[in-house]
């Protein structure tokens, strides 16, 4: 059974650097095909893609996160980064960490999706910025 576990300071003060964790159990990061994506609801929308993390590395990002955000994974602790910089009130939101058997790559400025776009999910983990 894969087990997803989202981690991260709750609190960030506007212009600074949010970085979450996202620990997986019962699968590896690099099985061939599953991907893993950072996804965020924010109060009043739904579910926005931030990016994701192929089995080989390569990253993707929605055009809304691409110029200040990164992804990244530690594989000997099987963990996906995220850092999103210059953060504004506007990114305070329940972030997730899902895992996919199969790619997501969304090209639009914004990209909503669904918890059934993806197998995996975390509970998710609550980040308010701090003006």
């Known amino acids: 059974q894969v087990r997803v576990q989202e981690s991260g300071p709750g609190l960030v003060k506007a212009s600074q650097t949010l970085s979450l964790t996202c620990t997986v159990s019962g699968a590896s990061l690099t099985d061939r095909d599953k991907t893993w994506h950072w996804i965020r609801q924010s109060p009043g929308r739904g579910l926005q893609w931030i990016g994701g993390?192929?089995?080989?590395?390569?990253?993707y990002y929605s055009e809304a996160f691409r110029s200040r955000t990164s992804i990244s994974r530690v594989t000997s602790k099987n963990q996906v980064a995220l850092q999103v910089n210059s953060v504004g009130p506007e990114d305070s939101g329940v972030y997730f960490c899902a895992g996919l058997i199969g790619t997501y790559i969304c090209g639009l400025p914004e990209c909503n999706v669904t918890r059934s776009d993806f197998d995996s999910w975390g509970q998710g983990t609550q980040v308010t910025v701090s003006s």
């Open positions: 993390i192929q089995d080989q590395g390569t990253t």
